[in-house]
Nanobody, 123 residues
Framework: QVQLVESGGGLVQAGGSLRLSCAAS????????MGWFRQAPGKEREFVAA????????FYADSVKGRFTISRDNAKRTVYLQMNSLKAEDTAVYYC????????????????WGQGTQVTVSS
């Protein structure tokens, strides 16, 4: 198991930027592909972005492509989500996820989840 703790959420105006971080502890971080999901009020949780174990592959939901960037630092055991040009519809609780492969993340997520961090974008 790997434990995940997100940070960096907050309130931002439309058009602004935020960077989310997810710190991992427990089993070796480089064993896991990582991803971000989000859940808006009244909606189901949805995939946002994923990155492979060695950072050689990334994948994004169409709704965030070109605006969000996922990255990781295996030495720091941390995955990041840089969010630019934020829109009101990006408002959600953002969750960090760890799984065996990037494909596992993009097809529903691995078994390991963080507690979430709230992102609110005001229009």
């Amino acid at each position: 198991q790997v434990q995940l703790v997100e940070s960096g959420g907050g309130l931002v105006q439309a058009g602004g930027s935020l960077r989310l971080s997810c710190a991992a502890s427990g089993r070796p971080f480089s064993n896991y592909a990582m991803g971000w999901f989000r859940q808006a009020p009244g909606k189901e949780r949805e995939f946002v972005a994923a990155i492979s174990r060695s950072s050689d592959s990334t994948f994004y939901a169409d709704s965030v492509k070109g605006r969000f960037t996922i990255s990781r630092d295996n030495a720091k055991r941390t995955v990041y989500l840089q969010m630019n040009s934020l829109k009101a519809e990006d408002t959600a609780v953002y969750y960090c996820n760890a799984g065996p492969t990037r494909v596992a993340i993009t097809t529903g997520g691995g078994k390991n989840w963080g507690q979430g961090t709230q992102v609110t974008v005001s229009s």
